[in-house]
């Protein structure tokens, strides 16, 4: 994608990571002047693909996460990337309430919340392959 | 900073801040359900007016919780929590199963409603 700025970022898949994502990615698109509303919305989403990579993808063993992120006007482009698990089928795994961990208090929604907040939510994966994640969102509409 | 506990009755409080999620919500679940075990309670009414930013971790930990309160016959309260909180929690329906309430003494006041 074409873009005025972008940025990527890549670290450990631990759960302490999570909020430091949110911090980076959030100060990334500061120069948009988003709203409190569209920022929280993008940092919702991004937790949400961000703990997944951590909790699926790699299941608590070693890894890496990869998060890019770019825009173009007000267009606002993350990817989030992991070398993990992979999904079988996608479309199942999207649907509202689904999780393959509902013994760790997962309620799977993750998937529901960044098409929700975001305007447009890609998922690539496959079993073995890793998963990747993308979303968009237009600021200042 | 921190989780805030507080105690009456057999109504445990915590107040929360920052933003809730999977990191944070794995250390509270853990404290949570300890002091909640110890002490013996049976009620737990969350503050949420300081938590900024919850993703569904949050859901799972709130459902979590209200299992335990239940298996007690007890209830489980949610206060304080912002629009984008709340936006989340209603995804899932998690309103119609755990209250939302105004402040502390309206949910002090409805656990001691034994409605069924
Ligand atoms: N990065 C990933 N790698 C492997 N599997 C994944 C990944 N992301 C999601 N999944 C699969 O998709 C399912 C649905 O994900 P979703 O985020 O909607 O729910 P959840 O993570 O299970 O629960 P919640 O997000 O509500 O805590 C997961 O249970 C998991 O099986
Ligand atoms: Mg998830």
Redesign the interface.
């Known amino acids: 994608m074409q873009a005025d700025n972008k940025m990527v970022i890549e670290f450990d898949a631990v ?2 990571n ?2 430091f994502a ?1 911090a980076a990615v959030a100060a990334f698109v500061a120069p948009l002047d988003p709203t409190v ?1 569209e920022l ?2 993008i ?2 989403a991004l ?2 693909a961000v ?1 997944n990579s ?2 699926h993808g790699y299941e608590g063993r070693e890894g890496v996460i990869k998060v890019a992120c770019s825009y173009l006007g007000g267009m606002v482009e993350i990817c989030v990337e992991d070398q993990g698990e992979g999904i079988e089928n996608v479309d199942k795994a999207k649907e ?2 689904y999780t393959s961990k509902p013994e ?7 998937f ?2 960044m098409e ?1 907040f975001m305007d447009k939510l890609t998922v690539e994966s496959a079993k073995g392959k890793g998963t990747k994640v993308i979303m968009m969102k237009q600021l200042g509409r | 900073m921190g989780t805030v506990y507080d105690f009456a009755g057999n109504i445990l409080f915590v107040k929360i801040d920052g933003e809730l999620d999977h990191h944070v919500t794995d250390g509270l679940r853990e404290s949570v359900d300890r002091i909640f075990e110890n002490k013996n309670m049976r009620h737990i009414i969350f503050d949420f007016s300081e938590v900024t930013l919850m993703d569904s971790s949050g859901i799972g930990f709130v459902m979590g919780r209200f299992k335990k309160t239940d298996e007690k016959g007890g209830k489980t309260f949610l206060v304080g929590t912002n629009p984008y909180v709340s936006k989340v929690l209603n995804m899932a329906g998690v309103f119609s199963i755990v209250k939302r309430c105004e402040n502390r003494e309206e949910a002090v006041r409805l656990t001691k409603m034994e409605v069924k």
């Not at chain 1, 760790?104 to 993750?110: A, I, K, L, Y």
């Open positions: 759960s302490e999570e909020s949110r509303e929280t919305e940092k919702t937790s949400e703990t951590v909790i509202p309430l760790q208090e997962r309620s799977g929604m993750g529901t919340v929700i």
